[in-house]
Every structure is written in structure tokens, then in C-alpha cells.
Nanobody
Framework: VQLVESGGGLVQPGGSLRLSCVAS????????MRWYRQAPGKEREWVAY????????DYASSVKGRFTISRDNANNTVYLQMNSLTPEDTAVYYC????????WGQGTQVTVSS
């Protein structure tokens, strides 16, 4: 199983970024996918999930209305569209899948700063 995130970077407050996570090594379309993040000095926190078919999703209250999770099962990719970013969104963002064990990507850094 491999999860590879990309799309992070430095963005000004109020800006947007789109993160991608390409998955391999398992039947992607059969599993829920999740995004987590970890800010400096803080514990990793759940951000969003999306169901295997993409019809159901949910978000942490801190990002609801600003972030959108989506997936492309044909290309084994899950996305996180992040809008209206604030400095509090600065973190390493991780893609996650729960099979018999839990798998994580290497993370992608998002920094929101002027």
C-alpha cells in the first residue's frame, strides 16, 4: 500500500490550495479515504473523510464550509480542496486509509502566511 500526497505549499491568508493523494496497492474504490493534519506542537487531527463511492463525506468543524474532499476512483486519487485558508490551517496534511491496518502517506506541508 502506498499513499503519496502532493499539492502543499506556501499560500497567503484567504488563499486556496488543492491537495492530492494518489493511492496504490489496494482496491481504492472499495475504501473510505481520510485526510488528517498535524500542526507544529499539536496532535494529529482528523480533517475529512469520503465514502468509497464518494456519496458521503464529513468534515471537522474547523474546516466545514471551507474544505471539500472528493475522489476519482478511476485514477485512485483523493483530493482536498482548501479555500479561505487561515494561518491556523498551517500543518502537514496526511492521507489515510484503514485496511486491516492503517496506512499513512508521507504528508505534504501547507503553510498559510503573509
Amino acid at each position: 500500500v502506498q499513499l503519496v500526497e502532493s499539492g502543499g505549499g506556501l499560500v497567503q491568508p484567504g488563499g486556496s490550495l488543492r491537495l492530492s493523494c494518489v493511492a496504490s496497492g489496494f482496491s481504492f474504490s472499495n475504501y473510505y479515504m481520510r485526510w488528517y493534519r498535524q500542526a507544529p506542537g499539536k496532535e494529529r487531527e482528523w480533517v475529512a473523510y469520503i465514502s468509497s463511492g464518494g456519496g458521503t463525506s464529513d468534515y471537522a468543524s474547523s474546516v466545514k464550509g471551507r474544505f471539500t474532499i472528493s475522489r476519482d476512483n478511476a485514477n485512485n486519487t483523493v483530493y482536498l480542496q482548501m479555500n479561505s485558508l487561515t494561518p491556523e490551517d498551517t500543518a502537514v496534511y496526511y492521507c489515510n486509509v484503514r485496511l486491516r491496518v492503517e496506512y499513512w502517506g508521507q504528508g505534504t506541508q501547507v503553510t498559510v502566511s503573509s
